[in-house]
């Protein structure tokens, strides 16, 4: 066949362009609970930032999720 190696090539090509990033989300270095504590954090955050806009400035919403279906 004349096409033998085309997904040898195509495996090396895709990593040249971007190997690295399989597993991402793991190479934090944190172990499972202080990824939850972390991430607690941030959508506690995350919650208080979104109360502090609501509290302040409701018309500044510029209209989103009034109308909630």
Known sequence: MTRGNQREK???RAQARGGNKVNKGKDD???PEQRRERD???L???AAKK???AAGGES???GKGKNKK
């Open 29 to 31: 270095g944190l172990t």
């Open 40 to 42: 607690a954090k941030a």
């Open 10 to 12: 195509d495996r090396e």
């Open 44 to 46: 506690q955050e995350k």
């Open 51 to 53: 109360a502090a806009q």
């Open 60 to 62: 500044s919403g510029g």
